[in-house]
Every structure is written in structure tokens, then in C-alpha cells.
Nanobody, 115 residues
Framework: QVQLVESGGGLVQPGGSLRLSCAASGFTFSSYHMFWYRQAPGKERELVASIGGRRTNYADSVKGRFTISRDNAKNTVFLQMSSLKPDDTAVYYC??????????WGQGTQVTVSS
């Protein structure tokens, strides 16, 4: 059974940091591109970062502040978030993708940036 389980969300003050984790099981993790998305209240879900092999990509809004990484031995993808802003408040989701019909989503973890 395929599972993606996010963790690490919470409440943090502006300027603070959080590290999100997404633990995968039930598929060949190393063969999948991994993504982090987020969805703020009243807004569409947006791509935050992606990692495929050694290649990473970021949304302009998080470049220089967020870092995506993966540990294939532990079947886990991470999102290190620094210099957090209130606009980063959202539910963060991880996604695994390996082509048409091979796409899986986690349930999400809430990140709230507020003083």
C-alpha cells in the first residue's frame, strides 16, 4: 500500500525555521521525482519545490529560503524552510511522480507563521 506521510509542521514566528519530512512507503522511492506543494486558505495549490535525481527547482517566492533534499536510503524527502514569512502559512503536501498513472499525494501538514 502506497503511503506518503508528512510531518514537521507547526506554529513558528516570522523569521523562524522548520524542517518538513515526508516518509514514503509502498513504491520504489528512488525512481520517483518528489515535490512539495502548499495550499493557503482560499488559494490554489502551488508548487514549492521539486527534486529529481540531483536536480532541484524552486518557486521564486521561496528561492534562497527553502531547500529540498531526499534520502533514498530512508525513503524520505525533506523541506528545510528558513526565514519564514506569514505568507508561507499553508498546508504543505508532498507528492511522488513517475509518469502517467504513477502519482501519489500525502495528507499534508499545517505550517503557520505568526507572531
Amino acid at each position: 500500500q502506497v503511503q506518503l506521510v508528512e510531518s514537521g509542521g507547526g506554529l513558528v514566528q516570522p523569521g523562524g525555521s522548520l524542517r518538513l519530512s515526508c516518509a514514503a512507503s509502498g513504491f520504489t522511492f528512488s525512481s520517483y521525482h518528489m515535490f512539495w506543494y502548499r495550499q493557503a486558505p482560499g488559494k490554489e495549490r502551488e508548487l514549492v519545490a521539486s527534486i529529481g535525481g540531483r536536480r532541484t527547482n524552486y518557486a521564486d517566492s521561496v528561492k534562497g529560503r527553502f531547500t529540498i533534499s531526499r534520502d533514498n536510503a530512508k525513503n524520505t524527502v525533506f523541506l528545510q524552510m528558513s526565514s519564514l514569512k506569514p505568507d508561507d502559512t499553508a498546508v504543505y503536501y508532498c507528492k511522488a511522480w513517475a509518469g502517467l498513472g504513477y502519482e501519489y499525494w500525502g495528507q499534508g501538514t499545517q505550517v503557520t507563521v505568526s507572531s
